[in-house]
């Protein structure tokens, strides 16, 4: 080197031992002249690899691109200057070393390539380039030392030695340090990218290296987040490449080359076996068969290959992140055993210290920085993994056979949507740490064994002994949660049932039994949670005295094995800090592999539904076909599955084309059979069928989307108005418009929830006629419409007249009146064509088609016959609940919940009338008339249901301190002394142990070791014994307030008038229950444990740090400030981002549910392209929010763990600085601790902003703990006497009641006197409020004015259930509780077996129930699901028999439950309930022809009451509606 250099390359006096350093003139031409050079030339193939791929236009040639370019040409002439220069002396016979040629040409064509790469990155169109930003900034780097070196020696000669040189020099130091700042700029976006027109781009993609290699993109949304709370409008675009559009083509792209490869290796293998076949003779083909299915189970299309294919190669960019950063996360416990040796020698030179401080620093924030970017990348692909997979699975649902459908639910199907996919997210993001884990535990020992030599073996036995403790407590946790999920279930089903039937049980008086019941589900929910909190903080002990233990046995082992021993400051702190890096790997590894287990369960189930089969596109031929025909079917065998028997044989149809064919047939016979087949539905066993053109379907159920109605007719197709309003007059659907309260715009509930089942018939009908197809297929559209409507949509539509004539029309019915206008017949028996041809041949032949008609016949005489017509159902403006108030809330948990609550949508009717039957939302109108023209429309924001508010802001301290009270402050006082304490016993602990290190070495021992140990064991053992105290008492602590706010909302919701339930959607009450205790319950401990304990654990570090080392005081408050503005900043965007991405979630799940079972739909009218666009739009959607929240925890880490780096930077440098006064031990603790601190200040902000999402519990809980209640149930010295009421005497006066505020009256004074004994028939037009005087006596409804008196009691005076008790009803909808059929009947276990028996007797039940096997105690499910209707009003009768009060009240059932349970039910009452007084609302007329007296109410005022006979006389109203019935 000398003769290279003509000078020493290397002189340890100059550059270490002194205070002043420098380096050897040679190291600096050569070293580092070269660094840069070196790297540039090493990036530069991959780089150019990379640009290759890069395509983004150019980018016009600016300013600053010009800028850089002179002054990269003006380097390279510098650095050249030097090498002409260094020739000009050798001309001048001077000896110039080889260094001055080498040097200066090196570095010149360094300086020109990087010139030259300048140029080229603005052709590729790369805005701001990494690559080019580090080698300038090496440069700079690199040029410092000279730079300062130059000078020194300069000042100290006193004139400059070779000018030339230095001025060259100079010259090249500003011009790198220009290049450096000019870099860091951005150039303007490429010119001829494709346009942009993205009305919100994210800025990632245009933003400059450094910002994105600390995220500062980021902080404008951050800002935003901070100012106001974020909505879906301020939300960036996704990036191209991670948008469903890109990704899933590329993974089914993948998938498809997957499968074809199997299939080919798969044919390959069933050649070979069925060769060998052949050789068989006799018994050989079974053999042979057996062993190829084998062979064909033995391996699927791996759907993991793909996968890997796919999103491998960007996910490995990260792996190597992460493997950088593993080894950086070594650097500084080397560098913290230096710094405590230079604190030991004193008379080191102090920048020493400086340079030991600087680099800890600076390798801090290079392993933030790539740490993030390694989560970045991870996090990004999990991402893609989920997009990729949700939208094969929602392509696959669509092509999916129907037999393969069968396997799996609906609800499995959206399960591998929801949970597999997410679980393949959750383990992208620590997959790495399968390599990275044993790597680092690797590395970590290898230096612990340096250090401490063997005895690190006993500290690791300690760790390895704790794994298997930690695993059997997730077992047994596991299990508890299992349980209690059980639990859990039973209780939300309860309660759904509850506040489903709750005016049921108010009309009872039933909610202390139901309460009871609730109740006692809590408290084994409750017990099993106590359970896993005495687990749990038997977790957290192990997992916060790991590092203490281990610590405590390798140091007692290292210093009892060997007298020789010393345990001095840098061999304790420096294996603490790596004890304290092996903590996160040997905890990690067990939960990764763990995952990896589930997952691979998902990746299994995911690749079984991939790997289903799918409906052949090609089984029904749509080009070629006979002439003059549109649909041929030739010997058709079509069966649902191909392991399933044919459900259709020997099918042979010839359909010319716009002709109308019926298709006729009992039940079961295969009619909607053969239309599935001509759609392509069925397996295709044999045969040929042809369909030309385009089909339009109107399955036999309606499938409407959750859409606008005109969405739902439109279906896709381009808006067309006059057609529009033919076809809605032609579907008789006019009408309906009117009452539905946004017209056409009104939002239809998932699966067609607020329109009737024959509007639902009508839309889908609608559809079909608006997509003006060539051929129709109608399954049965008539039947779920009335008879008088099937005959318009007969005539207007389907029929020989109507809108479809000329098309071809295959129509399955069961309606006899209109085979006559038919062209053929086809009857299906058997899944066989038994005949076909006219009506009249059909009649002539008197085959199965005459017997057909004869059965069918007399139907519909009877019922032509009936007293009443069902009129067309009419369903009223407020009937209609709107569902979409609830998304707000809508987590899983509450989404089964609201179809439960849809299901049993209660109708509230406009005039606030009767309140209909909840179950079926259709009316008998008494009357023959038209309907009455429908009411005014009421302005459409006038809701039933009012939106639910979500809360957006900051959190009120207010809500904390219900918390706080709701866990006893005293509790919470303990547990934060408990939490002083044991940190205090931490640090004692650390303390100890530094002072330990400090004990001078006598003859090569140190003495009393012995009682150093015991004290630190003590002190180490205290700390983990107060953990365990402490997080047992706040689990306590959480598990009380879940306890009380559980009770007091369960016991507001019972005391909760009517009305409110009737403007709240159910699913927004259960969700309370469901949700929000599960939050308090089972998220908010854990997650205030966590920020506790980081907290504690910062604020003892920042102790620590100032009581070593006081000058750190100065630089708290600005490290606090900032960050404290972060944490603000953070907590308000990321928390409103969770809340968008929850929202966005579940409109994804639903839409796919819809289109699973609209599928045949979709595909009849082959719109499955827009439906999988809509599917990936939601998705994107939902990625869109979900983006920016991986983002923000990324942003938040550097600039958190930036702070973090600085509280090591200073507590190094203020040890450096004040080293003479401080001694080894104490530098050691302090440097230790603040080595640890990032990772608590990360965890703290993190907790802080959980902690704040999750409060938000507490509030809504309160909030429906304090609504208004009703009022008392018992008044103690108002109790009316045990007898009453004695004779039934009612009496109304000056009455009148409204259902809520602000809504008209629904019943005006009325006066009237009803004996004892009478009984009265209450009888008016719908909304006339006959059901309203009922819920009156009750008093669900309290009255405005006036009284109701009760044998002259008044019935305001006394307590709800003293009121309750003493009226019978026999409420319109009968509502049974799932349970035993007697808790059905006595909740309160009030009658004896007998007295059961004898109700059930003379309620016509009694044969029923003793031909069950468990007699009383037979199960009724949910709502009585598995009894009949009729059984189940009579069941509600037994309850009235059992109670037996004096005044019985009948609320008529509206639907048509058979006439026969309706005889019964009057007989019993006429008969059993002679002597009471009975309230009748009647429907059927006929009912009370004989009653005492009649009531006729009109728009809520009396308008007769009198004897039947003399109202029929006085011909007023009652007249004209006994007229309509025909009685009189």
């Known amino acids: 080197m000398e003769a290279f250099c003509g000078s020493r390359f290397w002189d340890p006096n100059i550059s270490i031992h002194t205070d002043n350093p420098d380096l050897t003139p040679c190291f600096q031409n050569t070293i580092l002249a070269w660094i840069p050079s070196i790297y540039l030339w090493t990036a530069l193939p991959f780089y150019l690899l990379y640009l290759k791929h890069y395509k983004r236009g150019y980018i016009i040639l600016s300013m600053l691109s010009r800028f850089k370019t002179v002054l990269g040409v003006l380097l390279w002439g510098v650095s050249w200057a030097d090498l002409f220069y260094s020739f000009h002396e050798v001309l001048q016979s001077r000896t110039v070393p080889p260094v001055y040629f080498v040097t200066p040409l090196v570095v010149g064509i360094t300086v020109l390539l990087a010139t030259l790469l300048i140029q080229y990155e603005r052709l590729r169109g790369v805005q701001s380039s990494g690559v080019l930003i580090i080698f300038w900034f090496l440069s700079v780097l690199c040029a410092v030392g000279p730079f300062r070196s130059k000078i020194m020696t300069t000042t100290a000669q006193g004139h400059v030695n070779d000018r030339f040189r230095f001025t060259t020099f100079y010259i090249y130091f500003a011009l790198i340090i220009i290049e450096l700042i000019l870099s860091c700029f951005k150039e303007k976006p490429p010119f001829f990218s494709p346009v942009n027109t993205d009305p919100?781009?994210?800025?990632?993609?245009?933003?400059?290296?450094?910002?994105?290699?600390?995220?500062?993109?980021?902080?404008?949304?951050?800002?935003?987040?901070?100012?106001?709370?974020?909505?879906?409008?301020?939300?960036?675009?996704?990036n191209e490449d991670d948008t469903s559009k890109i990704i899933v083509q590329q993974l089914s792209k993948e998938w498809d080359r997957e499968k074809a490869e199997w299939k080919q290796k798969e044919d390959v293998t069933y050649m070979k076996k069925s060769n060998h076949m052949l050789n068989h003779v006799g018994n050989g083909p079974e053999e042979a068969e057996v062993l190829i299915r084998d062979k064909k189970h033995?391996?699927?299309?791996?759907?993991?290959?793909?996968?890997?294919?796919?999103?491998?190669?960007?996910?490995?960019?990260?792996?190597?992140?992460?493997?950088?950063?593993?080894?950086?996360?070594?650097?500084?416990?080397?560098?913290?055993?230096?710094?405590?040796?230079?604190?030991?020698?004193?008379?080191?030179?102090?920048?020493?210290?400086f340079l030991i401080a600087a680099l800890m620093f600076t390798c801090a924030v290079l392993q933030t920085l790539i740490l993030h970017q390694h989560f970045q990348y991870c996090f990004v692909t999990g991402m893609r993994l989920r997009t990729g997979i949700i939208g094969m699975i929602y392509r696959k649902s669509l092509v999916i056979t129907n037999s393969a459908k069968r396997l799996s639910t609906v609800g499995e199907i959206v399960n591998l949507m929801s949970v597999d996919a997410q679980r393949f997210m959750d383990l992208v993001t620590f997959l790495n740490m399968l390599w990275s884990a044993p790597l680092q535990i690797f590395l970590a020992l290898y230096f612990l064994w340096q250090t401490l030599g063997p005895s690190v073996l006993a500290g690791v036995a300690v760790m390895v002994l704790?794994?298997?403790?930690?695993?059997?407590?997730?077992?047994?946790?596991?299990?508890?949660?299992?349980?209690?999920?059980?639990?859990?279930?039973?209780?939300?089903?309860?309660m759904n049932e509850i506040l489903s039937g709750i005016k049921v049980l108010k009309l009872y008086a039933w909610e202390p039994s139901f309460s009871a019941k609730v109740l006692e589900i809590r408290k084994n929910e409750l017990r099993v949670l106590k359970k896993s909190a005495y687990l749990n903080s038997l977790s957290t002990f192990a997992w916060v005295s790991a590092p203490f233990l281990v610590a405590l046995t390798t140091f007692a082992v290292y210093v009892s094995v060997?007298?020789?021993?010393?345990?001095?400051?840098?061999?304790?702190?420096?294996?603490?800090?790596?004890?304290?890096?092996?903590?996160?790997?040997?905890?990690?590894?067990?939960?990764?592999?763990?995952?990896?287990?589930?997952?691979?369960?998902?990746?299994?189930?995911?690749?079984?539904?991939?790997?289903?089969?799918?409906?052949?596109?090609?089984?029904?031929?749509?080009?070629?076909?006979?002439?003059?025909?549109?649909?041929?079917?030739?010997?058709?065998?079509?069966?649902?599955?191909?392991?399933?028997?044919p459900s259709l044989k020997d099918i042979n149809l010839l359909v010319p084309s716009g002709s109308l064919v019926a298709v006729v047939g009992h039940v079961g016979c295969g009619k909607s059979s053969l239309v599935s087949a001509l759609l392509g539905e069925m397996e295709k066993l044999e045969g040929e069928v042809a369909v030309k053109g385009s089909v339009a379907y109107v399955p036999q159920q309606a499938w409407i989307q959750n859409a606008t109605l005109k969405d739902n007719i439109l279906f896709g197709h381009a808006p067309n108005e006059q057609k529009y309003q033919n076809v809605l007059e032609a579907c008789a659907l006019k009408t309906d418009l009117e009452v539905l309260p946004g017209g056409d715009q009104t939002e239809i509930g998932e699966k067609g929830i607020n329109l009737s089942g024959g509007q639902r018939q009508r839309v889908s009908l609608a559809r079909a006629v608006f997509s003006n197809s060539d051929v129709y297929l109608l399954d049965d559209p008539l039947s779920a419409v009335d008879s008088h409507v099937a005959?318009?949509?007969?005539?207007?539509?389907?029929?020989?007249?109507?809108?479809?004539?000329?098309?071809?029309?295959?129509?399955?019915?069961?309606?006899?009146?209109?085979?006559?206008?038919?062209?053929?017949?086809?009857?299906?028996v058997d899944g066989k064509v038994s005949e076909m041809g006219s009506y009249q041949d059909l009649l002539k032949q008197n085959k199965a088609f005459s017997e057909f008609l004869r059965n069918y016949a007399l139907d519909e005489d009877i019922e032509e016959d009936e007293p009443t017509m069902e009129e067309e159902e009419v369903l009223l403006a407020e009937d209609t609940v709107s569902i979409h108030t609830d998304l707000a809330d809508n987590e899983p948990v509450s989404n089964e919940v609201r179809k439960q609550f849809l299901r049993q949508l209660s109708v509230i009717s406009s005039e606030g009338g009767e309140c209909p039957n909840k179950m079926s939302t259709r009316r008998r109108v008494c009357e023959k008339k038209p309907a009455e023209p429908p009411l005014p429309r009421k302005n459409h924001n006038e809701k039933l249901t009012q939106a639910e508010s979500s809360e957006t802001g900051t959190v009120k301290l207010t809500v904390f301190w219900q918390y706080v009270k709701a866990v006893s402050p005293i509790i919470s006082l303990v547990i934060c002394f408990l939490y002083c304490c044991q940190n205090a016993a931490a640090i004692g602990a650390n303390v100890w142990l530094s002072d330990w290190t400090n004990e001078p070495v006598i003859n090569g021992t140190q003495h009393n070791t012995t009682m150093r140990i015991g004290v630190y064991a003590a002190l180490g053992l205290l700390q983990g014994t107060l953990v365990l105290i402490s997080s047992f008492t706040l689990a306590m602590g959480g598990i009380n307030a879940a306890r009380t706010l559980h009770a007091g909302l369960l016991e507001n919701k019972f005391h909760t008038p009517q009305s409110f339930y009737d403007t709240t959607p159910t699913g927004r009450i259960i969700n309370r229950f469901s949700k929000d205790i599960y939050v308090i319950d089972e998220v908010i401990p854990p997650t205030i444990l966590m920020f506790l304990g980081t907290f504690f654990t910062s604020l003892s570090t920042m102790i620590v740090i100032i009581a070593s080392t006081p000058l750190f005081a100065v630089v708290i408050v600005p490290l606090a400030i900032l960050y404290f503005f972060v944490q603000r900043f953070y907590v308000a965007t990321s928390r409103q981002l969770k809340r968008l991405e929850s929202v966005s979630r579940s409109p994804i799940y639903s839409h796919f549910s819809e289109t699973i079972t609209g599928a045949s739909v979709i595909r009849a009218y082959r719109r499955e392209k827009s439906f999988v666009d809509i599917s990936d739009l939601k998705v994107d959607e939902n990625q869109k929010s979900y983006y920016p929240g991986i983002v923000s925890n990324r942003w938040l880490g550097i600039r958190v763990e930036f702070v973090g780096n600085c509280v090591v930077l200073f507590a190094a440098l203020f040890a450096v600085i004040g080293k003479n006064s401080l001694n080894a031990g104490l530098v050691g603790l302090s440097?230790?601790?603040?080595?640890?601190?990032?990772?608590?200040?990360?965890?703290?902000?993190?907790?802080?902003?959980?902690?704040?999402?999750?409060?938000?519990?507490?509030?809504?809980?309160?909030?429906?703990?304090?609504?208004?209640?009703?009022?008392?149930?018992?008044?103690?010295d108002r109790r009316p006497p045990e007898d009453w009421p004695s004779k039934g005497e009612l009496e109304f006066v000056n009455y009148s009641v409204r259902y809520r505020k602000g809504l008209d009256l629904v019943l005006q004074d009325l006066n009237l006197q009803v004996h004892g004994g009478e009984k009265i028939g209450i009888v008016g037009r719908t909304g006339a409020g006959k059901s309203s005087m009922t819920l009156c006596l009750f008093r669900i409804l309290e009255a405005v004015k006036g009284e109701i008196k009760i044998d002259g009691v008044k019935i305001a005076d006394i307590g709800l259930h003293d009121l309750r008790s003493k009226l019978t009803i026999i409420p319109q909808d009968p509502v049974l509780f799932s349970g035993t059929l007697r808790m059905n009947l006595d909740p309160f276990n009030k009658y004896s077996d007998e007295e059961i028996w004898k109700a059930l007797e003379l309620s016509h039940l009694k044969r029923f129930v003793s031909s069950q096997p468990s007699m009383l105690d037979y199960e009724c499910s949910e709502g009585g699901e598995n009894l009949s209707v009729g059984q189940r009003q009579l069941v509600c009768l037994a309850r009235a028999l059992l109670r037996k009060t004096r005044v019985l009240v009948l609320d008529e059932a509206t639907a048509a439950i058979d006439l026969e349970t309706d005889d019964l039910i009057q007989m019993t009452i006429r008969t059993q309930f002679e002597d009471c007084t009975v309230l009748t609302i009647a429907h059927r007329l006929n009912t009370i022809m004989d009653y005492t007296r009649v009531l006729v109410l009109d728009?809520?005022?009396?308008?007769?009451?009198?004897?039947?006979?003399?109202?029929?006389?006085?011909?007023g109203i009652f007249y004209s509606m006994a007229k309509d019935a025909g009685l009189a």
């Open 1499 to 1515: 728009k809520g005022t009396i308008a007769e009451f009198d004897t039947p006979a003399s109202l029929i006389a006085s011909k």
């Open 298 to 353: 033995s391996r699927k299309p791996s759907f993991l290959k793909a996968l890997l294919r796919t999103f491998g190669p960007y996910f490995l960019i990260g792996s190597f992140f992460k493997l950088i950063q593993d080894l950086l996360s070594f650097v500084n416990p080397q560098l913290l055993s230096v710094l405590i040796n230079f604190i030991k020698n004193k008379d080191a030179p102090a920048w020493w210290g």
């Open 562 to 645: 060997d007298e020789k021993n010393v345990l001095d400051a840098e061999k304790a702190f420096v294996s603490l800090s790596l004890f304290n890096i092996l903590r996160f790997p040997l905890s990690m590894l067990p939960q990764v592999i763990s995952n990896l287990a589930q997952t691979s369960v998902s990746l299994k189930r995911i690749q079984q539904f991939l790997n289903h089969d799918e409906l052949d596109p090609d089984c029904v031929e749509t080009k070629a076909i006979a002439p003059g025909y549109a649909i041929t079917v030739t010997n058709g065998m079509f069966s649902w599955g191909k392991e399933l028997k």
């Open 466 to 494: 704790l794994i298997p403790c930690n695993a059997a407590i997730a077992m047994k946790t596991r299990a508890f949660q299992v349980e209690q999920m059980r639990h859990k279930d039973s209780r939300i089903k309860l």
């Open 791 to 828: 005959k318009h949509i007969f005539d207007q539509v389907i029929g020989p007249d109507g809108v479809l004539k000329g098309k071809t029309r295959i129509l399955v019915t069961h309606g006899i009146s209109f085979l006559p206008q038919v062209d053929h017949i086809v009857v299906l």
């Open 1231 to 1276: 440097v230790s601790y603040a080595l640890q601190v990032t990772m608590s200040l990360n965890w703290m902000v993190r907790m802080t902003s959980d902690l704040e999402t999750n409060i938000v519990a507490v509030e809504r809980i309160k909030e429906y703990s304090e609504t208004e209640t009703e009022a008392p149930w018992i008044i103690e």
């Open 200 to 238: 919100n781009p994210c800025p990632e993609f245009t933003s400059g290296f450094l910002s994105r290699l600390t995220f500062w993109w980021f902080t404008s949304m951050a800002i935003l987040g901070y100012k106001r709370p974020l909505e879906d409008k301020d939300l960036w675009s996704l």
